[in-house]
């Protein structure tokens, strides 16, 4: 059974960083784009960075400069760097493949205080 979960979340200060991981199980992460989501309250689920399986990385609007994803194919994990964090980056963070989704982990939760 393919599973992701995700890890790293916590709560930070605005301006303060934190790096999340995902591990997938299975044979998910061979060949395919990876991205993160993140989905804040009230809000609906978007994707903030995408990543290939050669390495070349796409982030949204919102996150270009202060994030960075990364990909360990060895170990099937994909990584979120988050620097300079606003409170608008409050939301759960879950992984998952791009463009079609597969069944989601359970996320992890960045809150950032003002």
């Known amino acids: 059974q393919v599973q992701l979960v995700e890890s790293g979340g916590g709560l930070v200060q605005a301006g303060g960083s934190l790096r999340l991981s995902c591990a997938a199980s299975?044979?998910?992460?061979?060949?395919?784009?990876m991205a993160w989501y993140r989905q804040g309250p009230g809000k609906q689920r978007n994707w903030v960075a995408r990543?290939?399986?050669?390495?070349?990385?796409v982030y949204a609007d919102s996150v270009k400069g202060r994030f960075t994803i990364s990909r360990d194919n060895a170990k099937n994990t994909v990584y979120l760097q988050m620097n300079s964090l606003k409170s608008e980056d409050t939301a759960v963070y879950y992984c998952?493949?791009?463009?079609?989704?597969?069944?989601w982990g359970q996320g992890t939760q960045v809150t950032v205080s003002s």
């Open positions: 998952n493949t791009w463009p079609s989704v597969i069944h």
């Open positions: 299975g044979s998910i992460f061979r060949g395919n784009t």
């Open positions: 990543i290939t399986g050669g390495g070349y990385a």
